[in-house]
């Protein structure tokens, strides 16, 4: 049984509405149960509107549940003494990179979270120079953020979220507008904080192929949760996933279309690699 001790977020029966929203509106999140633990890797998917950027507002404290609770490390999200913490455990990176850069220099604009901690100066300088390393920032230390590529400024701000020793990423899109060389950059990265120091990350795509890089998937379809688990599993549903506008990988399409033609493959294929492996497979035994 997994130890409480690695969980980091725990939604217990959380629901939400905006304040204002019309009586006969169905609530923004209803009946939400999840929990999140270190390493974790999850791609929470869903049509537009189903939520998504509600629920990780609401585990980074930025909106509070109108139903239920969200705990993070123990310490309840309606605590107010607390919400620094919680915000320092849950960093929130957004979709636009230009909305959250602050800093005239990169290496400003990192220490603008730990300055904000009020942490030592020499502890500060010791913690950015790690990070702009890690990040491979070092060089562009001195730049003036608005100067860099679209990779680049969303690896600048996965960096203050870095500095400030976070145990959970929630990022919101965050490829959503960068071009495919700026995508892999940010994904390769994230990967390896995943991987390397164990941070969990809760990834917000509308890309199939970003999905099936998780270790789970949470499909949200108006603010419940449709579907969760394993990425061949929920990202080969596709009769679900189409039901809701959504798709599945480029494999999985293919394969379903293939499949109508007669041709056989096995179960829960999710990558190209596996779809090119079977057809060469099946070509040779022609
Ligand atoms: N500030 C707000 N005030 C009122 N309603 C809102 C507000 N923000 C979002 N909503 C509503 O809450 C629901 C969930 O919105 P949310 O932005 O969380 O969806 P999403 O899954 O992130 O969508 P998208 O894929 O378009 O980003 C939607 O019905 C939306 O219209
Ligand atoms: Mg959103």
């Known amino acids: 049984m997994q130890s409480s001790g690695n969980i980091i977020i725990e939604a217990r029966a959380v629901s939400f509405t905006y304040p204002g929203a019309a009586v006969e ?3 923004a999140l209803s009946g939400i ?9 999850i791609a929470l998917i869903g049509p537009n509107g189903s939520g998504k950027t509600t629920l990780l507002k ?3 404290a930025l909106l509070q549940p109108t139903g239920g609770e969200i705990i993070v490390k123990g310490i309840s999200t309606a605590d107010e003494e607390k919400l620094p913490l919680v915000r320092r455990y849950c960093g929130m990176i957004f979709q636009n990179p230009d909305n959250q ?11 603008f979270g730990p300055e904000n901690l009020a ?8 913690r950015v120079a790690s990070v702009s390393e890690k ?3 070092a060089h562009l230390a001195k730049h003036p953020p608005h100067q860099l590529s679209g990779g680049e400024k969303q690896r600048v ?6 500095a400030m020793q976070p145990l959970c990423l929630l990022m919101d899109e965050p490829t959503a507008m960068l071009d495919p060389a700026g995508r892999n950059e940010v994904l390769s990265t994230v990967e390896n904080l995943n991987r390397e120091e164990d941070i969990a990350v809760i990834h917000v795509t509308h890309y199939p192929e970003e999905a099936a890089l998780a270790r789970k998937v949470v499909l949200l379809d108006d603010g419940c949760i449709a579907a969760e688990g394993d990425p061949r599993d929920v990202l080969t549903d596709l009769k679900l996933l189409h039901r809701l506008g959504l798709q599945g990988t480029a494999a999985v399409e293919l394969a379903a279309m293939l499949k109508n033609d007669g041709f056989e493959f096995p179960p829960r294929l999710l990558h190209s690699r ?4 079977e057809i060469c497979s099946s070509a040779q035994k022609i």
Do not use: Q, W
Not at 119 to 126: A, K, V
């Open 25 to 27: 509106a169905p609530p």
């Open 33 to 41: 149960n999840l929990a999140v633990k270190k390493g974790d890797y």
């Open 58 to 60: 609401l585990f980074n």
């Open 101 to 111: 850069l602050v800093g005239t220099t990169v290496e400003e604009d990192i220490a």
């Open 119 to 126: 942490l030592e100066p020499s502890i500060i300088r010791e």
């Open 135 to 137: 990040m491979g920032l």
């Open 157 to 162: 701000a996965i960096a203050g979220v870095l």
């Open 274 to 277: 596996e779809l090119v492996h």
